[in-house]
């Protein structure tokens, strides 16, 4: 239950960065953010090399004590390419959501990205599961929630003929819902990965290739001139005309975000599911835009209208449809 209320808090603390003075761009965010959320991860890290480094020469020495040694021990080379592949997915996802962040709002981010719980299982099917006819009837409530959000208006508005349905979406909503994909890709091979590897390690080496890849984004961003210069910097930095109250309050937001609903909701998740069932924990993540959306109306003051309520109420119906479905075979496979 507290992984959903950490997450719930990221859209709204990303929208409250990009809404200050001087904001700072989506690479510099990310790029600062995850180099914050890796610290929690750098004993692990560590450790990690060792044990790669340790079953290279392992796999050297000729002896057969030493490959009996190791022929239970974790599979680091397998931990590597597993974090380097997630961590990719990851990356895309984080990206795409941060930018998406500065052009739309929290509300309609946390509409958009709670089309996980449908990506998902229409991922796990495409990799090679059965897909369920409860799956294809989610995804077309995803499109018609979709719709309904860039409507303008609710249904009420939409029946009296004064707005239109539409799938046309906005720049900052396409870019949310591609990192909703991503995500979801990585949801389907995580568990693959997961039912071989440690969580901890697994989870450190994502968080380290996603940081390498957000601080290569900030360098690529700056390079083409999408960034404050270094001389003004944005308000993390100092940025022209930004107070101290100013860079305390954009620096503990950052600071926030990186841990709470980064490091601390990571490692709440891994230590969740080691002993809930995966449908049972969708069930408490798809709590997550519910979260995002009050917090986002209480705090930062978005307007939530009839098309956002109605949009999310759809959204979660489509996951329910999904989690119900996921329940159902997993009674069927033990009865």
């Given at each position: 239950m507290l992984v959903p209320l950490a997450w719930g808090t990221y859209n709204p603390s990303l929208r409250l960065l990009y809404s200050l003075p001087h904001p700072p761009s989506p690479g510099e965010l990310s790029g600062t953010r995850l180099c914050?959320?890796?610290?929690?991860?750098?004993?692990?890290?560590?450790?990690?090399?060792?044990?790669?480094?340790?079953?290279?020469?392992?796999?050297?020495?000729?002896?057969?004590?030493?490959?009996?040694?190791?022929?239970?021990?974790?599979?680091?080379?397998?931990?590597?390419?597993?974090?380097?592949?997630?961590?990719?997915?990851?990356?895309?996802?984080?990206?795409?959501?941060?930018?998406?962040?500065?052009?739309?709002?929290?509300?309609?981010?946390?509409?958009?990205?709670?089309?996980?719980?449908?990506?998902?299982?229409?991922?796990?099917?495409?990799?090679?599961?059965?897909?369920?006819?409860?799956?294809?009837?989610?995804?077309?409530?995803?499109?018609?929630?979709?719709?309904?959000?860039?409507?303008?208006?609710?249904?009420?508005?939409?029946?009296?003929?004064?707005?239109?349905?539409?799938?046309?979406?906005?720049p900052g909503d396409a870019a949310v819902l591609c990192a909703a994909l991503s995500y979801s890709t990585y949801t389907v091979r995580l568990g693959a990965f997961a039912r071989r590897l440690p969580a901890l390690p697994l989870s450190a080496g994502k968080t380290a290739v996603l940081a390498l890849g957000c601080c290569a984004y900030a360098v690529a961003e700056r390079g083409l001139g999408h960034a404050h210069p270094l001389e003004t910097g944005s308000v993390l930095w100092g940025g022209e005309g930004a107070s101290l109250e100013l860079r305390s309050i954009a620096w503990a937001t950052l600071l926030f975000s990186a841990l709470v609903p980064g490091s601390l909701a990571t490692w709440l998740q891994a230590r969740g599911q080691s002993g809930v069932s995966a449908p049972e924990a969708q069930v408490i993540l798809a709590l997550t835009p519910v979260v995002s959306v009050c917090v986002a109306g209480a705090l930062l003051g978005e307007t939530v209208g009839a098309n956002v309520f109605e949009a999310g109420a759809i959204m979660l119906t489509a996951s329910a449809i999904c989690i119900a479905s996921d329940i159902r075979a997993g009674k069927q496979k033990t009865t």
């Open positions: 914050v959320a890796l610290l929690p991860f750098l004993p692990t890290l560590l450790a990690l090399a060792r044990g790669a480094a340790q079953q290279r020469r392992d796999q050297a020495l000729p002896a057969l004590g030493s490959q009996d040694a190791s022929a239970g021990a974790t599979d680091w080379a397998l931990v590597l390419r597993a974090s380097m592949e997630l961590g990719g997915y990851n990356l895309l996802g984080t990206v795409g959501q941060a930018w998406g962040l500065e052009h739309t709002s929290a509300v309609h981010a946390a509409v958009l990205l709670s089309s996980i719980n449908v990506f998902v299982p229409l991922g796990a099917a495409l990799s090679g599961e059965l897909v369920r006819p409860a799956t294809w009837v989610a995804c077309v409530l995803v499109l018609a929630a979709i719709a309904l959000l860039n409507s303008g208006g609710g249904v009420g508005q939409l029946t009296s003929g004064d707005g239109a349905l539409t799938l046309v979406l906005s």
